[in-house]
């Protein structure tokens, strides 16, 4: 929502000043200038980028663009699947555990919890560092590196549409530049007619140089910015569930572990310990409601 609205006041506030000016907005629309810069923009992204980093970096604009799902209800309604994991492995054993971990689509557990099941790679996560614990042979110690190997590889592959889009931003103003040249030599070749039209097509030349400056910072390098921030909340996220599943590899009672899981949530989005223990003790996350500031 944010960023849909930061959109609109970029727009909104050139436009507008523009206006104030006595701006004639007919002079702004410029398709070819348009298609040169966005054409070459693309083509840049093609360039230098295969085909599934490009579909990650549309992905990740349209995941902007419907919001963050990392809340304070979503942390509270993780906290109590945990919960409830612990406690499933605690009074069912650990193969039942082991059960719900081979087939988790089927597990009664994990059916209590679609969003888990929609998320693959969360579910693969949780599920593949379970079945390494369950394994027997792997210590606490060893298997908190594995989750940091996992979770750094997965870092990595989220950074590279950022770094796509950013380099994409970068050369949106030396585009800029490109039209802005190729409509000076259009002028040149106009020398000699009339003013008007060596006016119109001067100013043609500006707007492109305009487009790829406004395009760059005003659009795709703040949304490139917004990616990042997305996968440094996604980061802490895997920490939180980190922190959980090392606490319970070590023995502690599940309410041990998930409390460890608590703390390690940022400040602003860290539910209470009474508004956590009342949604592992069977209330919905919903019912707990959010962050009181505890």
């Not at 070590?250 to 608590?262: C, S």
């Amino acid at each position: 929502m944010f960023v849909i609205i930061g959109m609109v006041l970029v727009i909104g506030a050139v436009v507008g000043g523009y206006l104030m000016e006595k701006g004639n907005l007919l002079v702004l629309l410029q398709p070819a200038e348009l298609v040169i810069i966005a054409g070459a923009a693309i083509g840049t992204l093609l360039i230098a980028n295969p085909l599934p980093v490009v579909i990650k970096v549309i992905k990740g604009i349209i995941g902007l663009l419907s919001g963050s799902k990392y809340s304070d209800k979503f942390y509270l309604e993780n906290l109590k699947m945990l919960n409830e994991l612990f406690q499933h492995a605690r009074k069912n054993g650990m193969a039942k555990l082991e059960e719900d971990v081979e087939k988790p689509k089927e597990s009664a557990v994990f059916k209590k919890y679609p969003n888990l099941l929609k998320d693959h790679h969360m579910l693969d996560f949780l599920c593949d560092t379970l079945r390494t614990s369950l394994s027997g042979v792997v210590p606490p110690f060893e298997l908190d590196q594995v989750m940091e190997l996992d979770l750094e590889v997965h870092h990595h592959e989220a950074s590279v549409p950022v770094a796509a889009l950013t380099t994409v931003a970068d050369a949106l103003p030396g585009l800029g530049i490109v039209a802005a040249v190729l409509g000076v030599v259009i002028t040149m070749g106009a020398l000699g007619g009339p003013p008007e039209e060596i006016g119109h097509k001067v100013a043609a030349a500006l707007v492109g140089t305009f487009l790829g400056i406004l395009l760059c910072y005003g659009f795709l390098a703040p949304l490139a910015g917004a990616m990042t921030k997305a996968n440094d909340a996604e980061a802490q996220f895997y920490g939180c569930l980190r922190v959980a599943l090392v606490a319970f590899a070590k023995g502690l009672p599940p309410i041990l572990a998930v409390e460890f899981a608590r703390r390690s949530i940022p400040a602003d989005l860290r539910p209470s310990f009474s508004k956590m223990e009342a949604a592992c003790k069977g209330g919905s996350a919903s019912e707990a409601g959010g962050n009181d500031g505890k």
